[in-house]
């Protein structure tokens, strides 16, 4: 299932927008970070859901914006797919647990350059979350989007808690 489906028909459910407009309005919302949304398929994604015949055109051709509506077959979608989302455990697909496969590959100097640096990446992503709450609503946002920060806040902390327990292990010669 494609959240960048989801997030589109949700973003269309209180009024007509064009891509632009569903662009910024995930952007206010931080989806480029959490839901890994390629802001380019917003557009391919618009017109197919509108062939599919999820999505009506409200208005077409101005400066070549295309305004969509959602009708009540995409309505539907919506909340088929919403809550499957959420009765659904999917896989969380890290790239980083790609490179943990491979960490006897590396020598024991870079495997611990490279975790220490991951240490302190994860801290400043963390403290750059928490200093977004609340901000988001200042441009229009929903209080909830707080949500998915703490979420991804809570995620990069036991992914951190985790590189540091590493990092012992490494030192001590557990890992690899």
Do not use: C
């Not at 989801?6 to 970070?33: C, H």
């Not at 839901?35 to 197919?48: E, R, T």
């Not at 999917?90 to 491979?102: E, K, L, N, S, Y």
């Not at 609340?134 to 949500?147: L, M, N, T, Y």
């Amino acid at each position: 299932m494609s959240t960048t489906r989801v997030l589109i028909l949700g973003t269309l459910l209180d009024e007509p927008l064009n891509g632009y407009q569903v662009r910024r309005r995930l952007e206010t919302m931080g989806a480029d970070n959490w839901a890994n949304v390629a802001f380019g398929s917003i557009y391919h994604g618009l017109s197919k859901m509108a062939d599919e015949g999820l999505l009506d055109v409200v208005e077409s051709g101005k400066g070549g914006k295309t305004v969509y509506a959602i009708n009540d077959t995409g309505r539907f979608e919506f909340h088929r797919l919403l809550m499957s989302l959420w009765y659904e455990i999917g896989p969380i697909v890290d790239p980083f647990q790609v490179a943990m496969t491979f960490m006897d590959r590396m020598d024991r100097a870079h495997l611990l350059g490279a975790l220490r640096f991951r240490t302190d990446e994860l801290k400043r992503s963390i403290a750059m979350l928490d200093r977004a709450l609340g901000s988001k609503q200042a441009f229009g946002a929903p209080r909830h989007v707080d949500e998915n920060l703490r979420l991804s806040s809570g995620m990069l902390a036991a992914q951190l808690a985790w590189v540091e327990e590493a990092v012992k292990k490494v030192e001590e010669g557990d890992l690899p």
